[in-house]
């Protein structure tokens, strides 16, 4: 198997700077004008790293030898020390209002923007590019509370990612779902929040027909769909709504709708079905392979939030924010270390497609961001991968099991009628009124038929399975075929 090779280091870089460039004791300190000592990295690198070896632990470094300016010992380490001071957010405001008063342009604000505009046009003297994300992610926390601090985190990038999407970065955009246990957490507000900030958000509380989300996308182009009270709008059986949510996550699906024909009749229309998709719920079952699309955010009741209002403290701070997430998003579009962003060690399969695009947001960014997106990105991982091992086998392999244990000793045929009963006994978190999904016997017999291949007999009028049917369905799952069914 072929190795990566390795990168060139932090201490490796100054000293192949110092080599190709000669000691930097020859030059002259760029701040001062003394005499300079060491090799600076001016932080100005957009394809900058960080090192790795324990000395120097995340401390950023460039493998550009032009990235580098001479500096003395002090004026290095006052350089470095303001530059960490700027990418946690922390700017000297009376130097930033000095630079504003001898000519820059901040145009209107509101209270609440003040210090990102501060942030914003000192980052842009130096030469570095906006970082609205972390603007966006102080916004959030002042009006929606989450039961992980990192939620909100998850939040921005995920708000950050359809612009980023709607710009041709990526090929899958995960699913969002906004849910907490309780009414009057805030879930609609933070849905809100998506609509406002996103690229072209369209909010849905009405009732979902089956070509709404298609016809949605083909008259407006992407969208982002936000869907309020999923638990009461969303119909599971509306194959157009689900096209959107399962197969629409992905770049270039399509789904096919009727729309009326020039002779009055109908004809069929293929409609691409891409878009980024956000639902608040406090809880809707959708189906096992839309769930593994989506990201979840969860939030908690707190009454310290205070109220949103964009009629006034927050009054076009939507359409500022927004419009600076796009440019950030058109920017970075074409960056290819964006495109072509670097995926984890150990994020394969949907844990890879959820979390890709939200990877290449942060790296648009970079800083902070990047380290703290791949750090969320294994840890929903770890948790899908507890959650799987917690649950077992799938419901369907399951059944076969729950089968084996209902069925009695000597019986040779049961009805469905009465299997059905037995199973909700045995198994009401599964197969009853908790599952949220009660089993009938239309429903056991299309899974016995659909995964099994066993259909019922009828005899003397009344449907149900013979022994060496059901056995079939047991050797499936490994229950040898000499077992004897249990006793109750």
Known sequence: ?????????????????????????????????????????DHLDPAELEAEDAANLGAPYSLDVEHYAPRCGSCHARFDKQMARERQGIVDDAAVMTMI?????????????????????????????????????????????????????????WIAHTHLAARGVGTVTPRLSITAPSYGAGKSTALDFVRRL????????????DALLPRLLQTEGMVTVC?????????????????????????????????????????????????????????????????QRMIAVRLIRSDDMPEARWDGALQGVDDRLRARLGAMAERASHDVRVRNVRIPDGLEGRDRDRWSLLLATARAVGGPWVTKAEAMALADRDARAAEAAALGVAPNHQLAFDLFAVWREGETTVSTTELVERLIVHSPELWGVPSGKVLTAHSLSYRLREFYGVTPEQRNRVRGYSLSDIRKVWRAVSIPYDTEAPTE
């Open 101 to 157: 008063e001898d000519g820059a342009e901040v145009g209107p604000v509101m209270p609440i923007e003040f210090g990102w505009y501060l942030r914003k046009f000192y980052r842009e003297t130096r030469g570095m590019p906006d970082d609205p994300l972390s603007d966006l992610r102080e916004l959030l926390g002042m009006y929606i509370s989450t039961q992980d601090k990192a939620d909100l985190d998850v939040l921005a990038l």
């Open 198 to 209: 996103s690229h072209r958000g369209e909010l849905i509380t009405s009732t979902v027909s």
């Open 1 to 41: 198997m072929t190795q990566r090779p390795k990168r060139v280091g932090y201490r490796a870089m100054h000293y192949r700077v110092a080599t190709e460039r000669g000691p930097a004791w020859t030059e002259t300190c760029a701040d001062c004008g003394e005499g300079a000592d060491e090799w600076s990295y």
């Open 227 to 291: 869907i309020d009270e999923a638990d009461r709008v969303l119909k599971a059986e509306n194959a157009g709504t689900m096209s959107v949510l399962n197969a629409g996550w992905q770049r270039g699906a399509t789904t096919w709708v009727n729309q009326p024909a020039s002779d009055g009749g109908w004809k069929p229309a293929k409609i691409e079905t891409f878009a980024p998709v956000a639902i608040a719920a406090n809880g809707t079952r959708l189906a096992a392979d839309v769930r």
